[in-house]
């Protein structure tokens, strides 16, 4: 049974963790060759304050933060 573990900064909507849960359950059980029912996905979401990008806390700066897709 494949478990994958997927971080993410916090800002995704329910419809984008759900696309992505299809997607990579497609992908793994064709290459593990393994039912899609075997397949297990971890979303861990991060907020902005617990995640940092080369020593600076992403909510410290604006231009790190997730935008909205237009």
Excluded: H, W, Y
Excluded at 13 to 35: G, W
Excluded at 57 to 66: H, I, N, R, S, T
């Amino acid at each position: 049974m494949p478990i994958i573990t997927v971080n993410i900064k916090e800002g995704r909507t329910v419809e984008q963790k759900r696309e992505m849960a299809r997607r990579v359950t497609q992908a793994v059980a064709e290459t593990m060759e393994v039912k899609p029912s075997a397949v297990r996905i971890i979303i861990n979401e991060m907020k902005n304050e617990n995640f940092a990008i080369g020593g600076t806390l992403v909510c410290d700066d604006p231009a790190m933060q997730l935008k909205p897709k237009e």
